[in-house]
């Protein structure tokens, strides 16, 4: 499987990643490191919680990763949860569309994760 055929198959933006990272090299490197750097699992950790500040910081930055590896709808519900929570602004969603958001986040990224597996061969 190539990376392109990765990306296709995950559902993430190839030419998004490219644009961030600039050489193909780096998108390789950083996809295969996802599952490894814990980011997307300390935000389902601290949905158990749903402690705010908690929950903002792991939104925040699974957000960042995901969107610089191409990989938008991980992206768009952590950006949600992260302002959701963002310290200042009014919280608009129930905990419970809240944990419905992070289990969405959960299937989206176990396909993900069972995908870039494949690719690195594990």
Same mark, same amino acid.
């Given at each position: 499987?190539?990376?392109?055929?990765?990306?296709?198959?995950?559902?993430?933006?190839?030419? /998004?990643?490219?644009?961030?990272?600039?050489?193909?090299?780096?998108?390789?490197?950083?996809?295969?490191?996802?599952?490894?750097?814990?980011?997307?699992?300390?935000?389902?950790?601290?949905?158990?919680?749903?402690?705010?500040?908690?929950?903002?910081?792991?939104?925040?930055?699974?957000?960042?990763?995901?969107?610089?590896?191409?990989?938008? /709808?991980?992206?768009?519900?952590?950006?949600?949860?992260?302002?959701?929570?963002?310290?200042?602004?009014?919280?608009?969603?129930?905990?419970?569309?809240?944990?419905?958001?992070?289990?969405?986040?959960?299937?989206?990224?176990?396909?993900?994760?069972?995908?870039?597996?494949?690719?690195?061969?594990?």
């Amino acid at each position: 499987m190539t990376i392109q055929e990765l990306y296709q198959r995950i559902g993430g933006d190839y030419d /998004q990643a490219i644009r961030v990272l600039r050489v193909e090299k780096l998108v390789d490197k950083h996809i295969r490191k996802l599952c490894q750097n814990g980011t997307v699992e300390k935000l389902l950790q601290a949905g158990k919680s749903m402690e705010p500040t908690e929950l903002f910081e792991t939104a925040h930055a699974a957000k960042g990763v995901c969107a610089n590896l191409g990989l938008p /709808q991980l992206a768009g519900l952590a950006s949600r949860i992260a302002e959701e929570f963002r310290p200042g602004n009014p919280r608009t969603m129930t905990d419970a569309e809240v944990a419905r958001k992070l289990a969405e986040l959960s299937e989206i990224y176990a396909r993900t994760a069972e995908g870039i597996r494949l690719y690195a061969g594990e």
